[in-house]
C-alpha cells in the first residue's frame, strides 16, 4: 500500500470509529461490520463486496500498532493538500498532476527518470532521509504479500477443553484458476504498458523536483490485458470457498485467535499468501464453569451433609471424582481437585474447584421439624453472643 493510499483513504470513517478509538473499539467496528457485509451475507452485492474490501483494508492498518502509528502521523503531516498537486490544473499551470509524497523524496534523493521505481511507505521516506542518502525502497511492484484473514468459530466446552479438529469453510478472494491470476484470456498473456514501459509509473520533471504518479494507461501495474479472462474478467482474483481442517489445542479459551500462517489470502505476483486468524468462541456448559486453567464446579449439599460431613461424588469433564466434606462446612467453602482441570501445554493441568452450597428446604415434614427443634434447643448460641450484648445497650 503506498503513502498516496494511506493519504486519500480514511480508514477511521472506513470503520466508522473516531481517531481516538481503543484497539478494542476498532476492532469490535470491524467485526460488525465484516458480518453485515460478509459476501455469504450479501451474495452478488457489489457495494457490499466493495465495502467489505476497504473495511478489511482499514482493519489491517488500525489493528496493527505500529502500522496506525505510521498512518496517523502521515495523515497529521501531509494530509492537509500541502504536498500535493492540485488534479484540475494544467501541466503547465501552477498545479500539475497529484504525486506520491515519497516519490517527492525520491526524486529529491536523486532517483528521477522515466520508468524509475521510487519508495512507496510512510517509514521508507523518512528512512531515506536519515540512512546517509542510500535513497529509498524499490516500489513494490514485484511479490507482494496477501492480505490476512479473520474467521470466527463457536465450540463446545467440552471441545474447547478437551481439544478438536473441525473443517472450516472460508468465502474469500483468490487468484483465478483459468488465467492463473494474470486476468488474461487463456492463451493471451498481457503485454507491456507502452507508456510506462512496465515501471508502473510515469514521471515529470516540474522546476527542482522530479514528481513521479502511477502510470494511467495500466493504472500503475505495468501490463495491459487486451483480451480479458471471462471468469474472473480482467482482475485476476475470484472469490473462492475453500474448506481447511484446523486443529484447536486442549484448553482454548473463550476469546482466543489462532493464527494460521499462510492461509489467508493469497500473494498477489507470486507473492506469499497472508496469514488466518480464527477468532474461537466457546459456548458456555450447564455444569461445569471456568477460571484460567481451572474449571468450576457448584454442589449443592443438605444441613445435615455440612453438619456431619460425607463423602461426596461429582462429576468431571472425563469421569467422576469423590471428595471428603468435612462436618461443620458451611456453605461457600471451596473443594479441590487436584488435576482433574484443563491440561496445560507443559503437561501440567489445572484444578476442579468444587463450591459446597448448603440448600435450605423451604418444607419439612413433621418428623424432621421435630428433629430440628430437638436440635436448635441443644445448640448453643454464643454465635451471636457479641449481637444480642450490642442489642441490650441500645434498647
Not at 532521509?129 to 479473520?150: H, I, K, M, Q, S
Amino acid at each position: 500500500m503506498s503513502s498516496k493510499d494511506w493519504l486519500e483513504k480514511d480508514f477511521y470513517a472506513a470503520l466508522g470509529v473516531g481517531k481516538s478509538a481503543s484497539s478494542d473499539e476498532i476492532k469490535k467496528a470491524y467485526r460488525k461490520l465484516a458480518r453485515e457485509l460478509h459476501p455469504d451475507r450479501n451474495p452478488g452485492n457489489a457495494e457490499a463486496e466493495s465495502r467489505f474490501k476497504a473495511v478489511s483494508e482499514a482493519y489491517s492498518v488500525l489493528s496493527d500498532e505500529r502500522k496506525r502509528k505510521e498512518y496517523d502521523e502521515m495523515r497529521s503531516l501531509f494530509g492537509s493538500g500541502a504536498f500535493r498537486r492540485n488534479a484540475q490544473a494544467g501541466e503547465g499551470g501552477p498545479g500539475g498532476a497529484p504525486f506520491d509524497v515519497s516519490d517527492l523524496f525520491g526524486g529529491a534523493a536523486g532517483q528521477p527518470g522515466a520508468g524509475g521505481r521510487f519508495g512507496g511507505g510512510f517509514s521508507d521516506l523518512f528512512g531515506s532521509l536519515f540512512n546517509g542518502g542510500a535513497g529509498p525502497t524499490t516500489r513494490a511492484r514485484g511479490p507482494v504479500r496477501g492480505r490476512d484473514v479473520e474467521a470466527e468459530v463457536t465450540l463446545d466446552f467440552a471441545d474447547a477443553v478437551g481439544g478438536v479438529t473441525l473443517p472450516l469453510t472460508l468465502r474469500a478472494p483468490g487468484v483465478c484458476d483459468v488465467c492463473h491470476g494474470s486476468g488474461a484470456k487463456p492463451g493471451t498473456s498481457p503485454r507491456t504498458c507502452p507508456t510506462c514501459q512496465g515501471a508502473g509509473v510515469v514521471t515529470r520533471d516540474q522546476g527542482a523536483f522530479s514528481f513521479a504518479e502511477p502510470c494511467r494507461e495500466c493504472q500503475g501495474v505495468g501490463t495491459i490485458v487486451e483480451e480479458k479472462c471471462p471468469e474472473c474478467r480482467g482482475t485476476g482474483g475470484v472469490t473462492k470457498t475453500r474448506t481447511i481442517t484446523v486443529r484447536f489445542p486442549a484448553g482454548v479459551a473463550d476469546g482466543q485467535r489462532i493464527r494460521l500462517a499462510g492461509r489467508g489470502e493469497p500473494g498477489a505476483r507470486g507473492g506469499p499468501a497472508g496469514d488466518l486468524f480464527v477468532l474461537v468462541k466457546v459456548r458456555s456448559d450447564d455444569l461445569f464453569g471456568r477460571s484460567g486453567d481451572d474449571l468450576t464446579l457448584t454442589v449443592p449439599i443438605t444441613f445435615a451433609e455440612a453438619v456431619l460431613g460425607t463423602d461426596l461424588r461429582v462429576p468431571t469433564m472425563d469421569g467422576a471424582v469423590t471428595l471428603r466434606v468435612p462436618p461443620g462446612t458451611p456453605s461457600g467453602r471451596i473443594l479441590r481437585a487436584r488435576g482433574k482441570g484443563i491440561v496445560r501445554r507443559d503437561g501440567r493441568a489445572g484444578d476442579l474447584l468444587v463450591t459446597l452450597e448448603v440448600v435450605v428446604p423451604e418444607q419439612v415434614s413433621g418428623a424432621a421439624r421435630e428433629a430440628l427443634e430437638t436440635f436448635a434447643a441443644e445448640t448453643p448460641k454464643a454465635a451471636r453472643e457479641h449481637l444480642e450484648a450490642r442489642l441490650r445497650r441500645v434498647s
